[in-house]
């Protein structure tokens, strides 16, 4: 069948040993079957030899491609930007076929991977390290940064292009060769982005495509002593799982996982600055953003009318096929999203709260094929209601009342997620003040919970990660070990901390 797909495994396009495959459907119109992809299985079974194949390829790939010069690697980098800006419309029409967000939105993910191609590649001549002064006479003292080997590298289905690329393109630009296990929902893309790869002159080797759950291949690749480094973007549960894992076995681990998200308007915010804000915080992506804004803290004096507004304009969203250029809101990623959502807007209605609009799946012309789930926005929601504290990854916002900026950094504080919060006013001091005590890994001023820019760090605190940042500068650091280098040329013996003459 013509589109039956492949893995990429040492070097070649291969059917998976298991012959067994999973099928890609759009999530608007659940009739396209968008392709078979291989269902690599469990590693104890026929899928072991293609994860086996994988690793060791992925060892030889390594061996080579941490040889070239890093300006070189960047070079392919370079390209694959190229490529990518030529391409950016296809990649993007079949992404929203795949994945269902709305065409601008996908165009706006192929350029954040356009984005951190151009900056890894410029990279290569940067990987800085540090020459110091020698604590003795005629000696240097210097680091600088090696690659560390194959990575496993598991990305979740929202954003099909840009987060593989966040992890991929840094990864390979220090040297490291690459292992990926990409979602269910989106394999077509990352077909895709590996073809691009190849096409920009990445040796073979030091990419391996291995298609499956999560359960089997990418919990064998966690597991496999072979693979020293692991980025993962998805849930908490999984996350801390594979961070056991990696404990255990002394790998290294970037972990992205859930959020929370908070938007506060003060009383003195420009309201429709605010309202602009929280529509496409809370509603772009239909919700499903680790970035998506999920409460909305509102200060009571405007409360009522702030409500009022946005549930009109939450009411008007179109919502339909993503290709279609009238729609602003497509549809879920599968049923099992769509009915998550329904559940958390029975937990808030059996709390206490009031469904101002939204709440149920959406039915309509053009939407009986799709998962569709109607932005909802609940009102009279308590801080530590369920819907206020735990992550639905849906467009379902909570919106919270409170009286004072203390109160709101407060409430934005107690969840057990720190990635991202907005603040809206026009006080200079609560903006300070809010950036410096919002507990999250990034707070906008007067803008949306999302809208991460490739070239400055991204990533959260307490559930949300463990400490590292994927994007910008800091990425390198994880993707790397230190190497520090004495050189001595003084001809004699010099002990540290003791031959010192002053
Ligand atoms: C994610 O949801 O996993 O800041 C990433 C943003 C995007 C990236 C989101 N640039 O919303």
């Not at 010069?69 to 993007?92: C, H, N, Q, S, Y």
């Not at 601008?104 to 951190?116: K, S």
């Not at 191609?117 to 003795?136: M, Q």
Request: glycine share 10%; charged share 25%; aromatic share 8%.
């Amino acid at each position: 069948m013509s589109n039956t797909y492949q893995n990429f495994i040492a070097g070649q396009w291969r059917a998976p040993a298991s012959g067994e495959h999973f099928e890609n459907r759009n999530p608007a119109n659940t009739d396209e079957l968008i392709g078979l992809f291989p269902e690599t299985g469990p590693p104890s079974g026929a899928g072991g030899a293609d994860i086996e194949a994988a690793v060791a390829s992925a060892e030889r790939g390594f061996e080579k491609w941490s040889r070239m010069p890093a300006p070189e690697r960047g070079f392919v980098l370079k390209k694959a930007g190229d490529v990518m800006t030529e391409r950016k419309d296809a990649i993007a029409r079949d992404m929203t076929r795949e994945m269902g967000k709305v065409l601008e939105e996908t165009r706006g993910d192929v350029q954040e991977a356009i984005d951190t191609a151009y900056y890894a590649a410029v990279e290569g001549r940067r990987l800085f390290g540090k020459t110091v002064p020698s604590e003795l006479r005629d000696k240097w003292a210097m680091s600088f940064r090696r690659p560390i080997g194959p990575f496993a590298i598991i990305t979740p289905f929202n954003f099909p292009l840009a987060v593989p690329s966040w992890k991929i393109f840094p990864a390979l630009l220090c040297g490291n060769s690459i292992i990926w296990k990409p979602s269910e929902d989106v394999p077509l893309t990352a077909n895709t982005f590996t073809e691009i790869l190849l096409e920009s002159g990445l040796p073979p080797e030091a990419i391996q495509l291995v298609h499956g759950a999560g359960e089997t291949v990418g919990k064998a690749l966690v597991d496999h002593p072979e693979v020293p480094g692991i980025s993962f973007t998805g849930s908490t549960r999984t996350g801390s799982a594979i961070g056991e894992t990696a404990g255990r076995m002394h790998k290294r681990l970037s972990l992205e996982m859930g959020g929370k998200n908070a938007q506060i308007v003060m009383a003195d915010a420009d309201m429709d600055l605010a309202l602009d804000g929280v529509i496409w915080g809370a509603f772009g992506t239909a919700g499903q953003r680790c970035t998506a804004t999920s409460r909305l803290l509102l200060e009571d004096r405007i409360h009522d009318e702030f409500v009022a507004r946005l549930q009109a304009r939450a009411e008007a969203l179109r919502l339909g096929d993503g290709l279609d250029s009238g729609t602003e809101v497509g549809p879920m990623i599968h049923p099992a999203a769509v009915e998550k959502c329904e559940r958390y807007v029975e937990i808030a209605r059996s709390q206490g709260a009031t469904v101002a609009c939204g709440g149920a799946r959406a039915t309509g012309p053009g939407l009986e094929k799709g998962h569709f789930f109607r932005p909802t926005v609940l009102t009279g929601v308590d801080r530590n209601h369920r819907t206020a504290c735990e992550e639905i990854f849906g467009p379902v916002l909570s919106v919270i009342k409170f009286e004072s900026l203390d109160e709101a950094i407060d409430i934005n504080n107690q969840v057990e997620y720190g990635l991202s919060s907005a603040l809206y006013t026009s006080d200079v001091r609560s903006a300070f003040r809010a950036i410096n005590e919002l507990d999250n890994g990034i707070t906008y001023v007067n803008a949306p919970t999302i809208g991460a820019e490739a070239h400055l760090p991204f990533g959260g605190v307490k559930g949300t990660g463990n400490g590292h940042r994927e994007g910008g500068w800091e990425v390198y650091e994880f993707y790397t070990e230190t190497k520090v280098a004495y050189v001595d040329y003084s001809g004699k013996l010099q002990r540290a901390q003791i031959d010192v003459d002053w």
